[in-house]
């Protein structure tokens, strides 16, 4: 089982928004230690840092989406969400979650977006 899975991935028109979910398997430990991120790559592109959580829950966000989106998690559901409002046909790309700390780093599969009206 990956250790992390993301889910909330759609089709939305431009100006609209979507919440993504990632969530820790069972057998992930431990997760409220972890700093949490969210990055994203659309075809062609290198992987970029949407937006990051520490373990004591400091949120820091990309230029590109300040403003627009919302990273969050609750330990007690080991899950972490990237709320997503006025999307733009740019923000189209697979999401992926990342959990590290110090040696340790686990993504998971992505979650495809895709802004298009």
């Known amino acids: 089982q990956a250790p992390l899975v993301e889910s909330g991935g759609d089709l939305v028109p431009p100006g609209g928004s979507l919440k993504l979910s990632c969530s820790a398997s069972?057998?992930?430990?431990?997760?409220?230690?972890?700093?949490v991120r969210w990055y994203r790559q659309a075809p062609g592109n290198q992987r970029e840092l949407v937006a990051s959580?520490?373990?004591?829950?400091?949120?820091n966000y990309a230029d590109f989406v300040k403003g627009r989106f919302t990273i969050s998690r609750d330990n007690a559901k080991n899950t972490a969400y990237l709320q997503m409002n006025s999307l733009a046909p740019e923000d189209t790309a697979v999401y992926y979650c990342?959990?590290?700390?110090?040696?340790?780093?686990?993504w998971g599969q992505g979650t495809q977006v895709t802004v298009s009206s």
């Open positions: 069972k057998t992930f430990s431990f997760f409220y230690i972890y700093d």
């Open positions: 990342n959990a590290n700390r110090l040696d340790a780093n686990y």
């Open positions: 959580i520490s373990s004591s829950e400091t949120p």
